[in-house]
């Protein structure tokens, strides 16, 4: 199991994250059981160098987060 957080804080939220978090919906079929989504406040970036919106795939902090992104390390964690 790998646990998914999506940074919806205001600057993350703005930056994308709002719609990351929906994206939880749309995640291939066969991750369903495998994968689960955990909106969170704020991951903690650094404002001075943030690179939003942010994302934490097990421990794995992910900037920049797509959802292409966050599926690859999913699977890559899960060793598919």
Same mark, same amino acid.
């Given at each position: 199991?790998?646990?998914?957080?999506?940074?919806?804080?205001?600057?993350?939220?703005?930056?994308?994250?709002?719609?990351?978090?929906?994206?939880?919906?749309?995640? &291939?079929?066969?991750?369903?059981?495998? +994968?689960?989504?955990?909106? %969170?406040?704020?991951?903690?970036?650094? $404002?001075?160098?943030? =690179?939003? &919106?942010?994302?934490?795939?097990?421990? +794995?902090?992910?900037?920049? %987060?797509?959802?292409?992104?966050?599926? $690859?390390?999913?699977? =890559?964690?899960?060793?598919?």
């Amino acid at each position: 199991m790998v646990t998914v957080k999506i940074c919806v804080g205001t600057y993350c939220y703005l930056m994308g994250g709002g719609q990351l978090a929906q994206w939880r919906n749309y995640i &291939p079929q066969h991750l369903h059981e495998k +994968v689960t989504f955990v909106s %969170a406040s704020c991951l903690g970036c650094n $404002e001075q160098n943030a =690179k939003p &919106p942010y994302a934490k795939v097990g421990d +794995v902090i992910i900037e920049k %987060a797509t959802p292409e992104k966050i599926l $690859e390390e999913i699977e =890559k964690q899960l060793s598919i």
